[in-house]
């Protein structure tokens, strides 16, 4: 999975990003600080893994990743070059899922780029840059396919896709808002849009809100965000950057003692995982224990092939048990005494924390 973190300049993206990743990377109060997009990747926590690996009396476990790309701040304007317009917009273009950072947090010693906190302002800000830079390539789009279609008729679908999607967004609209067949979505896809991806918003909040949860930003970003089907999580990046430097017992206490019940990389790893309909299956022995990330209702062959090509192609059946019943049974030995490890087909539906050994034929 990988995410891009944007948002306009001096947000908190690059404190949010260090925080996430412990890059220590240049976070400074000026815009444009980040140049280049850095990268980060981060092993998504995941209790069970370790509990297995004691299980099997394993000593290599390999996580799920997240990898995490941080976008310099981007101005209104962007989308026809402005601060450092379309570069870093063909960076978005390669993610998955798009983290916007927005600013709910008052500190006067920290500048905004437009002067007052607004977020709702901000985030139109952003949307409009990213709908700009879609209608551009829609448009150069529709002017070639209006052309073909003349010849080949089968282009006709695409031809009202797109002009679909220029009406929108002459009417500020993002792509992921329109109004799509399935049929009209797999198209879309084949575009790159960045207005079509799915959107999480980080509501960055001071320390004193994060404790008390009461932010009245939050709740505008929040009503925003169900109109647009996204999500939101909030976040204090500046307590995150101190989390990311404690120890897993420091950690612990740190956030007891701030009343907080989990941390802002836990709470965007989760969203995440909702936003893209995410789940993990696990596999486990002696040698390594594992988590796979697939799409929910992924099927056991395809499950397979996310281990090995070869898996998916030759697929006979999957041993399979829930991660609680091979848990409570102490062994998979027992579990498969007990009854517990059921024997799928092709058309099993894999569910998360199934625990699988997959059967094949090369």
């Known amino acids: 999975m990988k995410l891009g973190i944007i948002g306009l300049p001096n947000v908190g993206k690059s404190t949010l990003f260090n925080s996430l990743t412990n890059a220590q990377i240049e976070s400074a109060n000026y815009p444009f600080c980040t140049i280049d997009p850095n990268v980060g990747f981060v092993n998504v926590p995941d209790y069970r893994l370790q509990n297995l690996a004691n299980l099997y009396n394993c000593k290599q476990i390999v996580p799920a990743v997240i990898e995490f790309v941080d976008i310099a701040g981007l101005v209104k304007g962007a989308s026809n070059g402005e601060g450092l317009g379309n570069k870093f917009l063909s960076h978005i273009r390669q993610v998955d899922a798009i983290i916007h950072v927005v600013r709910c947090f ?6 905004h780029v437009d002067g007052e906190i607004n977020p709702l302002r901000d985030i139109q800000t952003i949307n409009l840059e990213l709908i700009l830079s879609d209608l551009d390539i829609i448009t150069k789009r529709l002017v070639k396919v209006q052309k073909l279609v003349k010849n080949d008729k089968s282009l006709q679908k695409e031809v009202n896709v797109l002009e679909k999607l220029k009406a929108a ?16 979505k797999e198209i879309v896809k084949t575009f790159e849009l960045l207005t079509f991806k799915p959107v999480l918003y980080a509501a960055n909040v001071s320390e004193n809100d994060l404790v008390s949860g009461k932010n009245n930003f939050v709740e505008q ?27 897993d017992d420091e950690k612990k206490i740190f956030l007891e003692e701030l009343g907080i019940a989990e941390t802002g990389l836990d ?25 796979w990330t697939i ?6 062959p395809q499950a397979a092939g996310k281990i090995h090509s070869d898996f998916e192609r030759g697929f006979i059946k999957a041993e399979v048990i829930t991660y609680d019943d091979l848990m409570e049974s102490k062994s998979y030995t027992n579990a498969k005494a007990n009854g517990l490890v059921r024997i799928e087909g092709k058309d099993y539906v894999v569910k998360d924390g199934d625990v699988i050994v997959f059967r094949f034929n090369v």
Request: hydrophobic share 40%; glycine share 4%; charged share 30%.
């Open 106 to 111: 008052q500190d006067s010693d920290i500048i």
């Open 169 to 184: 967004f002459n009417n500020e609209i993002c792509a992921i808002n329109v109004n799509l067949t399935d049929e009209e």
């Open 221 to 247: 970003v929040k009503k925003f965000s169900e109109a647009e089907n996204s999500r939101v999580f909030t976040v204090c990046a500046k307590i995150e950057e101190e989390i990311s430097e404690l120890s």
């Open 267 to 291: 709470k965007l790893i989760k969203a995440s995982y909702e936003l893209l309909g995410l789940i993990s299956f696990l596999t486990a022995g002696e040698k390594e224990t594992r988590a």
């Open 295 to 300: 799409t929910k209702g992924m099927k056991a």
